[in-house]
């Protein structure tokens, strides 16, 4: 019988969290880890991925039940899985937490914040990960001035990545152009294990 990791009402990363322990507790088996948002299903099927496990996931009554299976036959052998490279041997990540650049009047924040990304577009070398958190997810939705520049960063290859907590709490999920919607795990993870970070 699978063990049953039950999540509902915990918030990011808390369900990634939990689910990455009962996997690193086991070396064969399955677990079902349920949740109530889809924001937190998306975060534990990116944990599978990563993780090397295979993912089935159910719907019932509004809540996301996700088979993770460890060990299985199916399941790409150990030896053959391809190295992970350690992204933190050099990677370059930029946090921004905000969607104004510095303090002062707003319009210049605004001006400042946009040409920053523009520029970002013509300069090199680019960061590896640009991460959005708190009100800078607003610069990665619908309205944002920067959108376009963005995804050209994000053509040349810049992982963009915006905080799904925050864009719950300023109801803008839907709203999102450009990137994936991450938690607050893969955040910190990608800042620990980062060569060079900027925040802003």
Known sequence: MSR????RGLNCPQPVINTKKALDEMKAGSIITIVDNEVAKENVKKLAQKMNTLVDVEEKDGNYYITLTKGEEGVQPIENI????????????????????????EELGNILIK???YTMTEVEPRPDKLIFVNNGVKLACIGSPSIEHLKRL????VEIMSCG??????????????????NMYTIVESLHEAGKSIVL
């Open 165 to 182: 907590t925050c864009l719950d709490y300023y109801h803008l999920k839907e709203q999102l152009q450009v990137g994936n919607i991450s």
């Open 154 to 157: 994000e053509e040349m290859g």
């Open 4 to 7: 049953e990791i039950d999540c």
């Open 115 to 117: 040409g920053y990304l």
């Open 82 to 105: 391809q190295p992970v490279v350690q992204k933190g041997n050099g990677e370059f990540v930029i946090l921004i937490g905000n969607d104004k650049m510095g303090t002062g009047e």
